[in-house]
């Protein structure tokens, strides 16, 4: 007996004996047509089954959901027998299940009409039905009255803009009904993933709909300003129509629709603020909804729209959410890299500063003074008067035009929010490889008043004739290459280069002090390594380490990888970090495990690395080599970062003992990763600059400082140290000197400057006077 038909025995039959490699099943052996058979049986498993048949039940279950099973009609017309055995169970089925069971059906599709017709029956005596879309595609199969009666009832009391959603949905052919079933969510806080959205955004009804939808709800905020319809707090729509208007922006967003920003400027400020004095909303529920929208398909508009009325919400507790969901959407903007890159100018003129450095410059008149915005590296607010900089705010100012003052300080912040975002979005199009016309990179990137600071301290390659590419670094070019307005233009990385052309660029950036927005000449390269071809489709590189929980969770989210919280609860023992990259062509993900508590802090297990590829709508995985270098590169840097910075081995309190202390000996001063080997490079150009380069050595792993008492070796990667003859360890709680921020560093990072301030500490020895340091040096000298 095969797997898949032991398996369909083990679903359908209670007392059938399992083998014990059959609990946790390889499906990779079955095929998708036997899959679909066996995700039938499957979800005929009741809750009281076998604890071995549910294990079954959930291998198929989430096998099924990375691959694409596929139906005989048979199969097709029990998988909706299994839907009304389940509702009459539970009250519920989902029932995009049938739905997806007909779309991949690999014959004539079966006669389900008396299934879909109970089906439907059961949820028109609900008041509130999940999933309106999927219904009116399985009513569709049960006939044309059942249809009218479906669409009746998800009419009632619903509002118009759901009665026009409806009636579109209806009219559309059963597999388009279909298709559109997979973007109609439970509820608003859940948004289905994106590849349902684009394959939704095709349709042509839909779209004409979502504007049709978008614009009747800004006519009736505009009604409600105007006094045509009464004002009642938080009811300006009904809550159907709210998520109907939640997918109707996503899809325009999708779309970039041109009529949008325009739209933006009337709905926002419309459920935003009440028509009267009251510090109430005409629809809170849909301002939220806006702003979920803008975290899944933000647009620079949308995001500046929504900050915007954030300035002029009067209910207090308002703003504070507004900010925190900010933060994503300023997260998902950086990664939309076709959009992210469109910058307003907001007034900014581009002039020279301080003799030859080009930047933009916003004036402002108040009074007899003058203030001025400034973007350089960040926006500056300062204040002239008579051309001459004055070190505050003047008083009159203050007095007179507190409005001004508070407008200004809060553009700085748009700016410095705009520039943060537009860094993240340029690094963010390494995985894309993103190419960009040169007419409009020079005028719109390099030339544009806020961004041609950041991107001129970039190194770009312009495709001068067919095939050849000049890299450039504007910021040392007195004139930009000659090359037609349609040339391409992309960031040049490291990867494509010969090493001796990296080298060129890193003294090149060293020797002119030019410190880039994000480390690209000084980038970490990652190459499939010997162990892991062997390996074949994981890498162990960064597994079994000990690392502090919280600051790689928040890491996680920093760098754009989506984790389940992890903890001492079921289903909290491990998860797979993972981040989609190449425009969603290509997923990474990082397997990592809750370890215990270590007082008040969380201990994780790091593990492997895998990849998977996108394959007819569903993730596959894949042989690493069979990754793109670059992808393969940027996200095993991502995961190089993660252990790097969380690692127990860079905290010095675990010196203390406890059993993660062999750990910690192991890797405080192990080899170097590529992030210290970076590290590494840039200390061999910073040194010889330094007043303490006579005192210095690079040495391996290791910088090597002679002090006066003791000769001190600092570990590229841990920034831990040791001290000769006998590699004693030293403990100094991080601090920075005064001594090393003036130093130039050609990328930031706080590890390089940690072991920089920590040489300055100990080539001068003999002044230390903190007494728990001078004890450690002293007690082996």
């Not at 309106?132 to 619903?158: C, D, F, K, Q």
């Not at 400020?269 to 301002?287: I, M």
């Not at 970490?524 to 162990?531: D, S």
Request: glycine share 6%; aromatic share 8%; proline share 6%.
């Amino acid at each position: 007996m095969d797997l898949a038909a032991r398996l369909m025995r083990a679903l359908t039959d209670p007392d059938f004996p399992l083998q014990d490699q059959d609990r946790h099943p390889d499906l990779s052996q079955v095929s998708d047509e036997e899959l679909g058979s066996l995700l039938v049986a499957a979800y005929r498993v009741d809750a009281s089954a076998a604890p071995a048949t549910k294990a079954v039940r959930f291998a198929v279950e989430n096998t099924a959901g990375e691959r694409q099973p596929r139906y005989t009609p048979d199969a097709c017309r029990r998988m909706f027998e299994a839907l009304v055995e389940r509702y009459e169970e539970r009250g519920w089925a989902d029932l995009t299940v049938g739905l997806g069971a007909l779309e991949r059906c690999t014959g004539p599709l079966p006669d389900v009409s008396e299934p879909a017709r109970t089906l439907v029956g059961f949820w028109l005596e609900k008041d509130t039905v999940r999933q309106p879309y999927a219904l009116l595609a399985i009513a569709g199969h049960a006939g044309e009255e059942t249809l009218r009666a479906a669409v009746e009832h998800l009419s009632r009391a619903m509002g118009p803009i759901v009665a026009d959603e409806m009636a579109v949905i209806a009219g559309l052919a059963p597999a388009e009904r279909a298709l559109l079933s997979e973007i109609d969510r439970e509820h608003r806080f859940v948004s289905p993933l994106s590849h349902a959205w684009r394959r939704s955004a095709g349709n042509s009804a839909y779209v004409a709909f979502a504007r049709r939808a978008l614009e009747a709800a800004a006519d009736r905020t505009d009604a409600i300003r105007a006094g045509w319809i009464p004002y009642r707090a938080d009811k300006a729509f009904t809550d159907r129509e709210i998520t109907t208007l939640g997918q109707a922006l996503r899809v325009a967003l999708l779309r970039d629709e041109p009529w949008l920003p325009e739209l933006f400027e009337r709905l926002l400020p419309g459920v935003a603020l009440a028509p009267t004095a009251a510090k109430t909303l005409p629809s809170q529920a849909l301002l939220y909804e806006v702003v979920r929208a803008a975290q899944d398909f933000p647009t620079p508009e949308l995001v500046t729209a929504i900050r915007t009325v954030r300035r002029t919400v009067r209910h207090a507790g308002v703003p504070k959410q507004l900010d925190k969901m900010l933060k994503k959407a300023d997260a998902a903007l950086a990664a939309r890299t076709d959009v992210a890159l469109r910058l307003p100018r907001l007034g900014f003129d581009t002039v020279s500063l301080r003799g030859s450095a080009v930047g933009g410059v916003l004036r402002r008149t108040a009074g007899d003074y003058q203030a001025v915005v400034t973007v350089t590296e960040t926006a500056t607010l300062t204040w002239e008067k008579d051309d001459h900089p004055l070190r505050s705010v003047p008083a009159p100012v203050r007095r007179d035009h507190a409005t001004l003052v508070k407008e200004l300080r809060e553009l700085v912040k748009r700016v410095n929010a705009q520039l943060a975002t537009l860094v993240r979005a340029l690094e963010g199009g390494f995985t894309v490889d993103a190419v960009h016309p040169y007419g409009w990179w020079r005028t719109e990137l390099a030339g544009h008043p806020l961004a041609r600071t950041l991107v001129r301290r970039l190194i770009w390659e312009i495709e001068v004739a067919p095939g050849e590419w000049r890299a450039v670094l504007p910021e040392t070019e007195e004139h930009l290459p000659d090359a037609p307005d349609d040339a391409s233009v992309r960031l040049w990385h490291p990867i494509r280069s010969e090493l001796s052309t990296v080298r060129a660029w890193r003294d090149l950036l060293t020797e002119r002090c030019i410190r880039q927005p994000f480390k690209q000449a000084f980038r970490e390269i990652y190459r499939v390594t010997p162990a892991e071809q062997q390996t074949r489709v994981y890498s162990n590189r960064f597994a079994a380490h000990l690392v502090h929980y919280r600051t790689m969770f928040a890491l996680f989210r920093a760098r754009g990888w989506r984790s389940d919280r992890l903890g001492p609860w079921d289903g909290g023992e491990g998860d797979a970090a993972e981040r989609t990259l190449a425009a969603g062509e290509w997923r990474a993900r990082f397997f990592h495990s809750w370890a215990d508590w270590a007082g008040d802090d969380e201990l994780a297990s790091t593990d492997q690395v895998r990849f998977d590829r996108r394959v007819e709508g569903t993730w596959r995985e894949a042989p690493l080599a069979d990754v793109p270098p670059l992808v393969f590169s940027e996200a095993m840097r991502d995961v190089d970062l993660f252990v790097g910075v969380t690692s127990i081995a860079a905290d010095p309190d675990w010196t203390d003992g406890g059993p993660e202390r062999a750990y910690w000996e192991r890797a405080s001063f192990a080899e170097l990763t590529e992030t210290a080997e970076a590290r590494r490079d840039a200390l061999e150009r910073i040194l010889p600059r330094l007043k303490i380069a006579d005192r210095c050595t690079l040495d391996g792993r290791f910088l090597t400082v002679r002090g006066d008492l003791r000769t001190y070796k600092i570990h590229l990667g841990s920034a831990n140290i040791l001290m000769e003859p006998d590699d004693s360890y030293l403990c100094i709680v991080p601090a920075r000197r005064s001594g090393d921020g003036k130093v130039f560093l050609p990328f930031e990072d706080e590890r390089l400057s940690l072991i920089l301030s920590k040489a300055f500490l100990l080539a001068a020895d003999t002044d230390i006077t903190d007494e728990s340091i001078l004890i450690q040096i002293k007690r082996g000298a």
